[in-house]
């Protein structure tokens, strides 16, 4: 028995995540020849149990039955063990999964939820899933929202956050789910499209119904997703405590991205910002929060273009970090938010410019973490304490998303 290292296709990492997470249960693993043979001729597997469309995986030819595979994510993070049990001509690989950790690469991780986790959140009260590829226009709202009074259900939007468009229809909905009941649960499910649609919209049955549906509508198909990642205009928004390491993280980023040349890039560093753009405020509140629309607004006119932002300011305030997102996606840009997570005891005692001793000392009024609170996001896309982490790594996880999201090729 040999160890092997393998990172699979998008497709078929996705395919992983939903394995690992119960989402594609009765299956522990990827589909072999008798499997895959009855799937395509009853819609079974080989044991009679109902399974609608192929689950397959592709190996490198040194990989053999008996040999265990680790499944790495783009950045090479160990996500599964594969026990290799069947190898075919073809390259596919049979074999059941072991989980590693949860995935953790990609946008929107925050709204990733195993079928377990929301059958408990649900409890005993039914659930109306409904399954996305694309937004949800204003007759489906109104079929959600009848079908949800009719059998008083919890409605569960699934948006099918796999590939390009994903993102957007993640955002779709969340956009939906404000105008549902205010019990609406979102999901973000990497569920890879199927060929034929017949297909693929079973598959989408059976994932519904692993996370809890008494009821499943399948949303329309998409008619109005933005185009590609790569050619939206895309906020990169950092916020932190001072000294948490987010300027250096996001000038390390600016540096990346003008390395690669794939996009225009923009880098509006905090300091930068308050000597020019900001100049003449202080460190009140209200000023606090025009520096932040100040960025904001730069931001959004260099995203609108289709241009990558780069912003780094403190942003204390969570309903200020929220107006600049609302800002930057009414253009129709992306917009990441990064908490840098670095706790005030590591900041403290970095302290570079010696600022928080001035504000220990009375010196700074209004100081965040001192004498002014700092409102940690409950809504950031990417989260990184820098106390045991170099910077070099703290670029490569923002990379890690900016690619796995599509934003940079």
């Given at each position: 028995?040999r160890d092997?290292e393998?990172?699979?296709?998008?497709?078929?990492l996705?395919?992983l995540?939903?394995?690992?997470?119960g989402a594609?249960?009765?299956?522990t693993?990827f589909?072999?020849?008798?499997d895959?043979h009855?799937?395509a001729e009853?819609?079974t597997?080989?044991?009679?149990?109902p399974?609608p469309a192929?689950?397959t995986l592709?190996?490198p030819?040194?990989?053999?039955?008996g040999d265990?595979?680790?499944l790495?994510d783009?950045?090479?993070v160990?996500?599964?063990?594969?026990?290799v049990t069947?190898?075919?001509?073809?390259?596919l690989?049979?074999?059941p999964?072991?989980?590693?950790?949860?995935a953790?690469?990609?946008?929107?991780?925050r709204l990733?939820?195993?079928?377990?986790e929301?059958?408990?959140?649900?409890?005993?009260?039914?659930?109306l899933v409904?399954?996305?590829?694309?937004?949800?226009?204003?007759?489906a709202?109104?079929?959600?929202?009848?079908v949800?009074?009719?059998?008083d259900a919890?409605?569960v939007?699934?948006?099918?956050?796999?590939?390009?468009p994903?993102?957007a229809?993640v955002?779709a909905a969340?956009k939906?789910k404000?105008?549902?009941?205010?019990?609406?649960?979102?999901v973000?499910?990497?569920?890879?499209?199927r060929?034929?649609p017949?297909?693929?919209?079973?598959?989408r049955?059976?994932v519904?119904?692993?996370y809890?549906a008494?009821?499943h509508l399948?949303?329309?198909?998409?008619?109005?997703i933005?185009?590609?990642?790569?050619?939206?205009?895309?906020v990169?928004?950092f916020?932190g405590?001072?000294g948490?390491g987010?300027?250096?993280i996001?000038?390390g980023l600016?540096?990346?991205?003008?390395?690669?040349?794939?996009r225009?890039?923009?880098?509006?560093?905090g300091?930068v910002?308050?000597?020019?753009?900001s100049k003449?405020l202080?460190?009140?509140?209200?000023?606090?929060?025009l520096?932040?629309?100040r960025?904001?607004?730069?931001?959004?006119e260099?995203?609108?273009?289709?241009?990558?932002?780069?912003?780094a300011p403190?942003?204390?305030y969570a309903?200020?970090?929220a107006?600049?997102r609302e800002?930057?996606?009414?253009?129709?840009a992306?917009?990441l938010?990064i908490?840098?997570?670095?706790?005030l005891?590591?900041?403290e005692?970095?302290?570079?410019?010696?600022?928080?001793?001035?504000?220990?000392?009375?010196?700074?009024?209004?100081?965040?973490?001192?004498?002014d609170?700092y409102?940690?996001?409950?809504?950031?896309d990417?989260v990184?304490?820098?106390?045991?982490?170099?910077?070099?790594?703290?670029v490569?996880?923002?990379?890690?998303a900016?690619?796995?999201g599509g934003?940079?090729?």
């Amino acid at each position: 028995m040999r160890d092997v290292e393998w990172t699979p296709e998008a497709r078929e990492l996705a395919d992983l995540e939903l394995l690992l997470s119960g989402a594609f249960a009765p299956l522990t693993g990827f589909l072999g020849h008798d499997d895959l043979h009855a799937v395509a001729e009853r819609g079974t597997l080989a044991d009679g149990t109902p399974w609608p469309a192929p689950v397959t995986l592709h190996l490198p030819e040194e990989a053999a039955p008996g040999d265990e595979v680790t499944l790495l994510d783009p950045e090479g993070v160990p996500l599964a063990v594969l026990t290799v049990t069947e190898r075919g001509h073809d390259g596919l690989a049979a074999g059941p999964v072991r989980g590693l950790g949860a995935a953790e690469h990609g946008p929107f991780a925050r709204l990733r939820r195993t079928p377990a986790e929301v059958r408990e959140l649900l409890g005993d009260r039914p659930a109306l899933v409904v399954t996305m590829r694309g937004p949800l226009d204003d007759p489906a709202l109104t079929e959600v929202s009848a079908v949800a009074k009719e059998l008083d259900a919890v409605v569960v939007l699934l948006p099918l956050s796999y590939g390009e468009p994903g993102p957007a229809v993640v955002r779709a909905a969340l956009k939906a789910k404000d105008r549902l009941p205010e019990a609406t649960l979102v999901v973000s499910v990497p569920l890879a499209p199927r060929e034929e649609p017949e297909l693929d919209l079973e598959l989408r049955e059976h994932v519904a119904t692993a996370y809890g549906a008494a009821e499943h509508l399948a949303g329309p198909e998409p008619v109005s997703i933005p185009g590609p990642p790569h050619r939206r205009g895309l906020v990169v928004f950092f916020t932190g405590l001072s000294g948490s390491g987010k300027s250096t993280i996001a000038r390390g980023l600016r540096d990346a991205l003008l390395e690669l040349g794939t996009r225009t890039v923009t880098h509006l560093d905090g300091d930068v910002v308050r000597a020019l753009l900001s100049k003449g405020l202080t460190f009140s509140k209200a000023d606090r929060d025009l520096n932040i629309r100040r960025i904001g607004f730069v931001a959004t006119e260099a995203a609108r273009h289709g241009g990558l932002a780069i912003c780094a300011p403190i942003a204390p305030y969570a309903a200020t970090r929220a107006e600049v997102r609302e800002m930057v996606e009414s253009v129709g840009a992306d917009f990441l938010l990064i908490h840098v997570a670095t706790p005030l005891e590591e900041c403290e005692r970095r302290d570079r410019k010696g600022l928080y001793a001035k504000a220990r000392a009375g010196l700074i009024p209004e100081f965040t973490g001192v004498s002014d609170p700092y409102e940690e996001p409950d809504d950031a896309d990417l989260v990184i304490d820098t106390t045991h982490i170099s910077i070099e790594a703290a670029v490569s996880q923002v990379l890690g998303a900016l690619r796995s999201g599509g934003w940079v090729r």
